[in-house]
């Protein structure tokens, strides 16, 4: 009895670990892409405030190099948020972070240095 009992042992121990390989490895490849398939990404930059136009949630950034996204230069952002807008004014150096879906970017974040 035993001697035919314990082949089935480690064969259930590797089918346990199998699983468990198994929905470690699907779990990482959900967590990488997002439910829409888009590509996105969130970059972080610094640059300067030359135009804010709060009625159409537009603010145009002098901004320095995006590292894997844009070099410098001044450009007209979207804001997710027109109330992001309320304390900025041209002229201003400011941080701010975007969101770039499949080549759509956001203003997500402003703020005054
Ligand atoms: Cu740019």
Redesign the pocket.
């Known amino acids: 009895m035993q001697a035919k009992l314990q082949p089935c042992i480690p064969a259930q121990l590797y089918l346990t670990i199998a699983l468990l390989l198994c929905v470690a490895a699907c779990g990482q490849k959900q967590a990488a892409s997002p439910p829409t398939g888009v590509t996105f990404k969130t970059h972080r930059s610094i640059g300067v405030v030359e135009a804010v136009d709060r009625g159409k949630g537009i603010v145009k950034i002098n901004?320095e190099a995006?590292k894997d996204?844009?070099?410098a230069?001044t450009?007209d952002f979207h804001v997710r948020d027109t109330r992001l807008l309320d304390s900025i004014e041209p002229g201003d150096r400011v941080d701010f972070t975007l969101e770039d879906a499949a080549n759509v970017v956001v203003v997500t974040e402003i703020k005054k240095r």
């Open positions: 901004h995006i996204s844009m070099d230069m450009m």
